[in-house]
């Protein structure tokens, strides 16, 4: 069994910093991808960043350059810092981590529950 639990979020000031985390845990034999995705009332789920497991990072251009993803692969954690937060980054944040549980089992994408950011104007 595989969890996915995100921490971190929460309500900010525009031009504010949050930080997000999430940690996968239970039977991995590894881990390729994770990243993170957002959804906002009313719209769809778009991609914020995404890391591999050899740190090659993707990071949505509504983004760059304020929110930054790293990876502590020894945790099987992935961190997203974002600063200079704007009232349009209001979302649910989610959590992905792609995982295979045995050696020879298939790429499963996993999912955390999502975690709230409110920014205010």
């Known amino acids: 069994q595989v969890q996915v639990v995100e921490s971190g979020g929460g309500l900010v000031q525009a031009g504010g910093s949050l930080g997000l985390s999430c940690q996968a845990s239970g039977t991995i034999a590894s881990i390729n991808a994770m990243g993170w995705y957002r959804q906002a009332p009313g719209k769809q789920r778009e991609l914020v960043a995404v890391?591999?497991?050899?740190?090659?990072?993707n990071v949505a251009t509504s983004v760059k350059g304020r929110f930054t993803i790293s990876r502590d692969h020894a945790e099987n954690t992935v961190h997203l810092r974002m600063n200079s937060l704007k009232v349009e980054d209001t979302a649910v944040y989610y959590c992905?981590?792609?995982?295979?549980?045995?050696?020879?089992?298939?790429?499963?994408?996993?999912w955390g529950q999502g975690t709230q950011v409110t920014v205010s104007s």
């Open positions: 890391i591999t497991n050899t740190d090659t990072t």
């Open positions: 992905h981590a792609d995982i295979r549980t045995t050696m020879r089992a298939s790429w499963i994408r996993y």
